[in-house]
Nanobody, 119 residues
Framework: VQLQASGGGLVQAGGSLRLSCAAS????????IGWFRQAPGKEREGVSC????????YYSDSVKGRFRIDRDNPKNTVYLQMNSLKPEDTAVYFC?????????????WGQGTLVTVSS
């Protein structure tokens, strides 16, 4: 099982980045995929997620209207388009896959990708 996050980098405030989360080793279509981030000295927080069925989406208040999550099931990939980036978006971004079957939760974490937004 592998979740490979990529696309991070250094960008100026107001700029854009697109993160990718490529999955392998499990049935991607059955899993909700989420993006989390962790800034230095802070706890990990949820940013956005997209469901397995119907591709319902969720955004935290801090990114709503600026970020967009999409999934491409044939490519086993989820994207996070980040626009109008702010310095407070600086963090390591992680993708997470979760499947709930009855009372069983199967989940996987990817390694992070660093996003740095300069002011």
């Amino acid at each position: 099982v592998q979740l490979q996050a990529s696309g991070g980098g250094l960008v100026q405030a107001g700029g854009s980045l697109r993160l990718s989360c490529a999955a392998s080793g499990f049935t991607f279509d059955d899993y909700a995929i989420g993006w989390f981030r962790q800034a230095p000295g802070k706890e990990r927080e949820g940013v956005s997620c997209i469901s397995s069925l119907h591709s319902s989406t969720y955004y935290s208040d801090s990114v709503k209207g600026r970020f967009r999550i999409d999934r491409d099931n044939p490519k086993n990939t989820v994207y996070l388009q980040m626009n109008s980036l702010k310095p407070e978006d600086t963090a390591v971004y992680f993708c997470h896959a979760e499947e709930v079957v009855g009372t069983t939760v199967n989940d996987y974490w990817g390694q992070g990708t660093l996003v740095t937004v300069s002011s």
